[in-house]
T-cell receptor
C-alpha cells in the first residue's frame, strides 16, 4: 500500500526559503524506475506541476520556477525534500507530493497523492 | 510552458454525457499520448482517472473515457452521477521532459 505525506511550515515570510518534506511508504526510491513529484495548488486555482526526482537522482523542474526550486531525496529515510527560495505571497498554496505511476519509459502521471500541506506566505 | 486550456465549467443532468476538452500544443498534448486526467473534490487531493489518454486505473468506472486528436485531448463522462460533480484537470508530458496541467474544469451535475 503506497502512502505519501507532506510536512513543513504552514507560514513563511516573504523572501524566506520554504522546505517541504514528503515521507512515503509502500515503495522505495532506490528501485529502478520509481520517481516522486511535487505539485501545488493556490487557493481556488489550478494545479501547477513543480518538480520530479527519479530513482537515479535525475531531476526535472518547472521551467518558470527552475531557478528557485531544488528537489532531493533521502532513500534511507524514504523522503523527498523540496526547497523553494525567495518565497512570495503568490506562492501561497497547498503543496502535494505524488508517486509517478509509470515505472519504465517516458510520460508522467501520478497515481498516489499525499493529502497536501498548506503554506501561506505572509509577513 | 503555458497551462493547457480547459473550459472553466461544464454541466449536465444525471444520466447524460459530458465532454471536457484540453487543448495544448505540438510540444505537449500533440507530441505524445501521455495525457492524464484527475478528479478533485473540494478539500481533497486529486485522484487519477485516466492516463495515457484513455487508460483507466483499476477501480475507476468505465463511465470515464478519453481520446485525443492533434493538440486536443478530451475526457468524456457518460451516465453522469451526482458524485461526479468535482473539478477535473488534464495533464500532459512535454517535449522538455516536464509536465504541465490544465486550468481545470468545474463539473456541475444539475
Amino acid at each position: 500500500q503506497i502512502t505519501l505525506k507532506e510536512s513543513g511550515p504552514t507560514l513563511v515570510k516573504p523572501t524566506q526559503t520554504l522546505t517541504l518534506t514528503c515521507t512515503f511508504s509502500g515503495f522505495s526510491l532506490s528501485t529502478n524506475g520509481v520517481s516522486v513529484g511535487w505539485i501545488r495548488q493556490p487557493p481556488g486555482k489550478a494545479l501547477e506541476w513543480l518538480a520530479l526526482i527519479y530513482w537515479d537522482d535525475d531531476k526535472r523542474y518547472s521551467p518558470s520556477l527552475k531557478s528557485r526550486l531544488t528537489i532531493t531525496k533521502d532513500t534511507s529515510k524514504n523522503q523527498v525534500v523540496l526547497t523553494m527560495t525567495n518565497m512570495d505571497p503568490v506562492d501561497t498554496a497547498t503543496y502535494y507530493c505524488a508517486h509517478r505511476g509509470r515505472i519504465w519509459g517516458s510520460g508522467t502521471y501520478y497515481d498516489y497523492w499525499g493529502q497536501g500541506t498548506p503554506v501561506t506566505v505572509s509577513s | 510552458q503555458s497551462a493547457l486550456t480547459q473550459p472553466a465549467s461544464v454541466s449536465g443532468s444525471p444520466g447524460q454525457s459530458i465532454t471536457i476538452s484540453c487543448t495544448g500544443t505540438s510540444s505537449d498534448v500533440g507530441a505524445y499520448n501521455y495525457v492524464s486526467w484527475y478528479q478533485q473534490h473540494p478539500g481533497k487531493a486529486p485522484k487519477l482517472m485516466l492516463y495515457d489518454v484513455s487508460d483507466r486505473p483499476s477501480g475507476v468506472s468505465n463511465r470515464f473515457s478519453g481520446s485525443k486528436s492533434g493538440n486536443t485531448a478530451s475526457l468524456t463522462i457518460s451516465g453522469l452521477q451526482a458524485e461526479d460533480e468535482a473539478d477535473y484537470y488534464c495533464s500532459s508530458y512535454t517535449s522538455s521532459y516536464t509536465s504541465v496541467f490544465g486550468g481545470g474544469t468545474k463539473l456541475t451535475v444539475l
